[in-house]
């Protein structure tokens, strides 16, 4: 190789031949490849405002993951959830964790993508007490917003379910998950506190 350059979003190599003269090889990004690094995006700029997938248990933690089309979301968010929780699942038992879990929010088709307006909206009694701690009472709390709209008002976004979460007792907290249509990418944020 003798040089690299950039041509029009495509990656340019230039090469030397044995007879002296050059060649150039172009690579371009399929548009699966553009998809996923667009999805890539999304998860970081959600992670700088709630955090990389952990097993924390507490706090909030964000997951990606590509699913089959069999896939169902509710399951995958319950993994996710489980995983988060990590060795606190097992230590207080499986019934203080799932006795919280409910989906309390599903977007319908023709509702307006607008994700806090819709978690401002929801009615569940429990679930609307996480909210503002997901929303406004977090370190960036405008950042963090503007990471739950870019993510989660995308237009490809067919499936989005918000779960409430907590032990019973003092933790409490919600999970939203999406599904990307064309992709089948999903994007989960955890949000656990006390």
Do not use: C, H
Request: hydrophobic content about 40%.
């Amino acid at each position: 190789m003798v040089a690299w350059r950039y041509d029009f979003g495509k990656l340019a190599l230039t090469y030397k031949l044995e007879e002296g003269d050059f060649g150039e090889l172009l690579f371009a990004l399929q548009e699966s490849d553009m998809t996923s690094q667009n999805q890539l995006d999304k998860v970081t700029k959600l992670e700088s405002a709630y955090g990389a997938s952990s097993q924390a248990g507490f706090g909030s933690a964000v997951f990606y993951e590509l699913l089959k089309q069999d896939d169902n979301l509710e399951q995958m968010a319950l993994e996710k959830y489980k995983y988060f929780v990590g060795d606190l699942w097992e230590r207080y038992g499986e019934d203080a964790w799932m006795g919280s879990w409910k989906q309390v929010y599903a977007r319908q088709n023709g509702t307006k993508y607008d994700i806090i307006t819709e978690l401002r909206g929801i009615q569940d009694p429990d679930a609307a007490n996480s909210v503002p701690m997901i929303l406004d009472n977090i370190e960036g709390a405008d950042q963090a917003r503007a990471a739950l709209s870019f993510v989660y008002d995308d237009p490809t976004v067919t499936d989005l379910q918000v779960f409430n979460l907590g032990d019973g007792g003092a933790m409490s907290g919600l999970l939203i998950a999406g599904r990307y249509d064309k992709t089948g990418e999903a994007i989960f944020l955890v949000f656990l506190l006390d």
